[in-house]
């Protein structure tokens, strides 16, 4: 029997909402596999209408598919990934697509590909975001691997896609693990969002009073404008949710502890590696842990802040800087995960047109916004644009918003509210715009103590001063 033109192997909520769209799209016949049958069973008995065919061993599943196989993996990331890769390479032959949908890491999927490879057979690491209603209506997708395998893959994931103007939200990004570094890039810079929003939210409430309902309000209205985004319209909607229990803001009883599944981490440890500047991400991953460290704050509550209370003058006013400083900061957080993107490119070999990300990023994943246009434009004037920052559309962002900014980083130090996202944003904004750093007195520190030596403005080489004898300076370049 061989009827199914794509299989999902993984049946939880991701792949059960996967296989659902994927048979809602005509002419697919899926065919799916769970460890656990009974997951199998009910999910044909949900969902007649999909026309499942059920495979109960993977030999069933790849006998019950057209050749090339094509099967996507959507399983918990990690070993259970390569169980299942295991598994379906046992079964399928030269030519046929193994597809992993989960969260992998892409140095895991880097290998993964190697290794399967040697088989003949393709694999492909495909970042899918979106949740489960994403994976059910439409995610964003970021395939790897090949071009060939892509050409059989392309077809099926845009028929699946989210679709934003009219063009589904997929592209091939790059080989091997392009596809989940991309996907966990946009992880890093959802976590930049989030932690931005939060800030501004905090700012707002404790600088103007104001309810979580009035607040909900204030973002009901930025959405309007070009800040207009998934996660700007969820956070209306989160702040207006009162408690059933108590009658209080739903957001006054969660508890203030923000958890993570680890891909923001993975895309600061992976900056690190590359040496990019990440701080907007990073602070987000930082702001977490801090949030978590319960006894620690408990400990530390007593610890002394400003001495006056502190209340802003003009709300309206003050409320305005803090959609400006956000603005500002978030083009800061896309403007890394752009380097890393790039910076990862070129260690890698990947060919990624960022504009294509940019785009692919419109709708479907929870990232989506209305400022993704703008940089798929500022790459197509401009595809080699040393930082995203840098386009003029952007440039004009932060001639606009920066001295809002600036008010805004200097009020929530004055008040002693914690702004790491706003504040670490606007040092990298500085920081980048400098004329000169003081990195050159960090190279005096370095070569004093270790010889490392530093370069000069003035001529080529590299020198070393005798700090503990004449203090005379040398050509260094042939003594190390
Ligand atoms: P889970 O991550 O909870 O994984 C559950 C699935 O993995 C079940 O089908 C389970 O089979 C299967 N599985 C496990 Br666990 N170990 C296995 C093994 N050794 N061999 C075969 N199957 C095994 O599912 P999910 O939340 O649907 O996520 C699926 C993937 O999608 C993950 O990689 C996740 O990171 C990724 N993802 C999730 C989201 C999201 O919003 N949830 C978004 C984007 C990507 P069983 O039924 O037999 O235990």
New binding site residues.
């Given amino acids: 029997m061989t009827n199914a033109n794509i299989a999902v192997?993984?049946?939880?909520?991701?792949?059960?909402n996967l296989a659902r769209n994927l048979a809602s799209r005509e002419g697919n016949t899926v065919a799916v596999y769970?460890?656990?049958t009974a997951?199998t069973d009910d999910l044909l008995a949900a969902h007649p209408e999909a026309g499942f065919v059920k495979a109960a061993t993977m030999q069933e599943l790849a006998d019950s598919l057209q050749t090339p196989r094509t099967a996507i993996i959507?399983?918990?990331?990690g070993?259970?990934?390569d169980?299942?890769i295991d598994?379906l390479v046992s079964v399928f032959e030269p030519g046929d697509i193994i597809v992993d949908?989960?969260?992998?890491l892409f140095t895991d999927t880097i290998r993964r590909e190697a290794a399967v490879r040697e088989t003949g057979i393709h694999f492909v690491g495909c970042g899918?975001?979106?949740?489960?209603e994403?994976?059910l209506n439409g995610p964003s997708l970021m395939p790897g691997g090949t071009a060939e395998s892509y050409a059989t893959l392309g077809p099926i994931l845009r028929s699946i896609a989210a679709v934003a103007e009219g063009e589904p939200c997929v592209t091939h990004i790059g080989t091997d693990g392009a596809g989940h570094f991309v996907k966990m890039v946009h992880n890093g810079i959802e976590y930049a969002d989030m932690q931005l929003i939060a800030e501004a939210y905090d700012l707002i409430r404790r600088g103007t009073g104001k309810s979580p309902a009035e607040i909900a309000d204030v973002f009901d209205e930025w959405n309007q404008g070009e800040l207009e985004s998934y996660l700007i319209e969820i956070t209306a909607e989160v702040l207006r949710q009162v408690d059933a229990d108590t009658g209080k803001p739903l957001v006054d009883v969660i508890l203030d502890a923000a958890g993570a599944?680890g891909t923001g981490a993975w895309t600061v440890q992976t900056a690190l590696d590359l040496g990019v500047p990440v701080s907007g991400i990073a602070e987000a991953v930082f702001a977490r842990s801090l949030s978590s460290k319960l006894a620690q704050r408990e400990a530390a509550s007593d610890l002394p802040g400003p001495a006056e209370a502190w209340k802003v003058d003009d709300a309206d006013a003050f409320i305005e800087d803090v959609r400006q400083a956000l603005f500002a900061s978030k083009v800061v957080a896309y403007s890394q995960g752009f380097d890393e993107i790039v910076a990862a490119a070129e260690e890698h070999g990947w060919q990624i047109e960022k504009g294509e990300v940019a785009r692919i990023w419109r709708a479907g994943c929870i990232i989506r916004a209305r400022f993704l246009n703008d940089i798929t434009e500022a790459y197509a004037t401009t595809p080699e644009l040393p930082a995203l920052i840098l386009a003029p559309y952007f440039r004009d962002i932060m001639a606009a918003t920066q001295q809002a900014w600036r008010r805004v980083v200097v009020a929530a130090a004055q008040a002693g509210i914690p702004a790491p996202a706003f504040s670490s944003s606007l040092s990298y904004y500085d920081g980048l715009r400098a004329d000169r750093l003081p990195a050159a007195l960090v190279q005096g520190q370095r070569d004093f103590f270790g010889a490392h030596t530093y370069r000069r403005i003035d001529r080529e080489g590299t020198f070393h001063t005798q700090w503990s004898g004449d203090r005379t300076e040398i050509e260094a370049t042939d003594t190390h």
Avoid: D, H, P, Q
Avoid at 74 to 77: F, N
């Fill in positions: 192997v993984g049946l939880a909520v991701m792949g059960s769970n460890r656990t997951k959507m399983v918990k990331a070993k259970a990934t169980a299942v598994e949908g989960g969260n992998a899918i975001s979106g949740g489960e994403g994976a599944k």
